[in-house]
C-alpha cells in the first residue's frame, strides 16, 4: 500500500500526567501506551516503513524505545509543540509524497483494528473523515458539528456553551487525500482560546473549498484516549478485562479473574489452571495443564506441560520445563531451568542455574550459576558460595549426587557423578565420582559439661 502512510502524534508533552516520563511511554499493563498504537497499524497490512511517528517532548526517550521495538518505523521529530495542526504540518515533507495520510493521536491505545480498517476505506469518499463517539462526558474532548453536507470541529475551550452540550466528539483518528490536505495545511492559525495550531481547523478549511468532509461513529469504550493518570488506569482495566476474556474463551481456567492480571503478549494452553491473585508478564508462556499457584508473578517465564506452581513463586526470565514442580514462596530468576520433573520448593532461590532431570532442591537453599545433572537431591539449607566479591564463579553438579543438608559449596567447584558431600560441609575442593566429600570439624565431646556450668552458675549466686 505504497500510496498510503500513517502519521502517529506522539510529540506533546502529556502535562496533565503530572509525571516526568513522557505521556506514550506510560505502560497500559505491561506495555507502553505507543506500542498498541504502532501494532494496530501494523496488524491491518501497513509496512514500518510507511509509518511515521511524531516525537518532541522527552523525545530521545521515545525514539531509543521506538528503534528497539519498532526499528523500521519512521521517527520524525517535532522540535517544538505547538499544537496537533502544527504537528502535522512539521511532517509535510515525509508524508507529501504519498496520495493518502491517515493520522492518528498517539494516546489511544485501545483502538481496535476494525476501526483503524474503516478509516482507510474512507480515504476514496472524502477529502478528510474524522472518527468521533458519543461521550458519556464529552469533558474537553473537540465537538463535532454536523451540517447537512460536511463536517468540522470546535475544541472544547473555544466552542459555544450551545456546542458544548454536544456529545458526539472528536476521536483524534483522521483519513486525509494528501492533494486536498496540502491546500489547507499552511492557513490552519493558532488564533484561538489555547493559541495552538489545531489540525481539527482543517476541516472547516476544507469546507470553505467544497472539499467532502465526513465523520463515523465508533464505540467510545475503544476510543479512549489518555491525558491523566485516572484514564490510563481506566484503559488499563478495559484492555486488562479484555485479555482475561479472551483466555477464558480459549480455555484457560481463571478462578478469580477480577484478582488476575495478564499481559497482552501472554500466551496461555487450554486447561492451564490459574488460581487467585496471579500476575503474568512480559512474553511469558504456559504449556497446557499446568497450574500457576495464588501469588505467584511470572515475568518472560517459559512453562512447560502440567507444570504445578504451588503457590507464592517469582519466576523471571527463565524455564519450567514439562511436569516440573515449584513452591511454594520461592524465586527462580536470570536464566534459570527446571529440566522435567525437577523441582524448587519452599525457600529457594535460583539465578543462573539448571537443574537436572527429576533433581530436587526442596528446602531454603541458594542456587546461583550452578549446573546441576540429573536425579541430583540437595539437603535443605545447602547454598552455592558463588560471589567472590569480584567474579560469579560456578558450581557443577554431576548426575546422581546427594548433597547433605546445610552444604556451602564454595565455587568454582565441582562433584562428579555419584559423588556426595557430609551435611554441614563446605566444599572447596572438586569430590571425585562416587566419593563422599566431608568440609566440617570433627565433632568433640566435652564431658560433665553441664555439670560444670552448674557449678559455675552456683559459685555467682554465693557471691
Ligand atoms: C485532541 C483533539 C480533540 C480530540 C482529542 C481526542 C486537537 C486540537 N484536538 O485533543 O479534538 O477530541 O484529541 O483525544 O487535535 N501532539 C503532538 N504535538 C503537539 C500536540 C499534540 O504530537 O504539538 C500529540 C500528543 O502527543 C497526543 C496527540 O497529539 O498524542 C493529541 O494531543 P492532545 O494534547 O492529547 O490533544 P487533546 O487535547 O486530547
Ligand atoms: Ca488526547
Redesign the pocket.
Known amino acids: 500500500m505504497n500510496n498510503l502512510c500513517v502519521l502517529i502524534?506522539?510529540?506533546?508533552k502529556?502535562t496533565r500526567m503530572k509525571s516526568a516520563a513522557p505521556?506514550?511511554l506510560h505502560k497500559v499493563l505491561d506495555r507502553p501506551i505507543i506500542d498498541y498504537v504502532i501494532r494496530n497499524v501494523l496488524s491491518v497490512g501497513i509496512n514500518p516503513e510507511n509509518i511515521g511517528v511524531?516525537v518532541?517532548s522527552g523525545g530521545e526517550l521515545v525514539q531509543a524505545h521506538l528503534q528497539q521495538e519498532f526499528p523500521d518505523v519512521k521517527i520524525l521529530w517535532?522540535h517544538e509543540?505547538?499544537?496537533?495542526?502544527?504537528?502535522v504540518k512539521s511532517a509535510f515533507e515525509w508524508w507529501q509524497s504519498y496520495e493518502n495520510l491517515i493520522v492518528l493521536?498517539?494516546?489511544?491505545p485501545l483502538m481496535t483494528s476494525e476501526s483503524l480498517k474503516e478509516l482507510i476505506s474512507c480515504v476514496d469518499k472524502n477529502d478528510c473523515t474524522v472518527i468521533t463517539f458519543e461521550a458519556k462526558n464529552p469533558a474537553?474532548?473537540?465537538r463535532i458539528i454536523r451540517k447537512k453536507n460536511s463536517v468540522s470541529?470546535v475544541?472544547f475551550k473555544d466552542a459555544s456553551p450551545e456546542q458544548r452540550e454536544i456529545h458526539e466528539?472528536?476521536?483524534?483518528c483522521y483519513a486525509f487525500k494528501v492533494k486536498s490536505l496540502s491546500q489547507v495545511i499552511n492557513s490552519i492559525t493558532n488564533n484561538n482560546s489555547q493559541h495552538?495550531y489545531?489540525?481539527?481547523d482543517a476541516l472547516a478549511l476544507m469546507n470553505e473549498k467544497n472539499f467532502a468532509t465526513g465523520a463515523f461513529i465508533m464505540p467510545e469504550e475503544e476510543m479512549q484516549?489518555v491525558?491523566t493518570q485516572s484514564e490510563l488506569a481506566e484503559v488499563s482495566r478495559v484492555m486488562r478485562e479484555k485479555i482475561l476474556s479472551h483466555w477464558l474463551a480459549e480455555g484457560v481456567n481463571i478462578l478469580a479473574p477480577e484478582s488476575v492480571y495478564i499481559g497482552v503478549d501472554v500466551e496461555l494452553a487450554p486447561d492451564v489452571i490459574i488460581m487467585p491473585n496471579v500476575q503474568i508478564w512480559g512474553q511469558s508462556k504456559v504449556g497446557e495443564g499446568s497450574v500457576i499457584g495464588s501469588g505467584s508473578i511470572l515475568t518472560n517465564a517459559k512453562i512447560g506441560r502440567n507444570v504445578k506452581i504451588i503457590a507464592y513463586a517469582v519466576i523471571e526470565n527463565s524455564e519450567l520445563k514439562d511436569n516440573s514442580k515449584a513452591g511454594p514462596f520461592c524465586y527462580i530468576r536470570e536464566h534459570s531451568c527446571l529440566e522435567s520433573r525437577a523441582f524448587a520448593g519452599k525457600f529457594v532461590e535460583l539465578k543462573n542455574s539448571r537443574i537436572g532431570e527429576n533433581s530436587k532442591v526442596p528446602h531454603l537453599s541458594y542456587m546461583g550459576d550452578a549446573t546441576l545433572g540429573h536425579d541430583v537431591n540437595i539437603g535443605a539449607g545447602s547454598i552455592t558460595c558463588n560471589y567472590d566479591g569480584e567474579h560469579k564463579n560456578k558450581t557443577f553438579i554431576g548426575n546422581n549426587c546427594f548433597i547433605g543438608s546445610d552444604t556451602m559449596f564454595v565455587a568454582p567447584v565441582e562433584l562428579e557423578d555419584g559423588a556426595a558431600t557430609a551435611a554441614g560441609s563446605v566444599i572447596t575442593q572438586a569430590v571425585p565420582a562416587n566419593s563422599l566429600g566431608v568440609g566440617r570439624a570433627r565433632q568433640k565431646n566435652i564431658a560433665d559439661w553441664s555439670l560444670r556450668n552448674h557449678n559455675l552458675h552456683h559459685h555467682k549466686e554465693e557471691k
Open positions: 502524534m506522539a510529540a506533546g502529556g505521556k506514550v511524531l518532541g517535532q509543540q505547538l499544537g496537533t495542526g502544527h504537528a493521536n498517539g494516546d489511544l474537553a474532548y473537540g470541529i475544541e466528539v472528536n476521536a483524534g495552538e489545531y489540525i481539527t484516549g491525558n
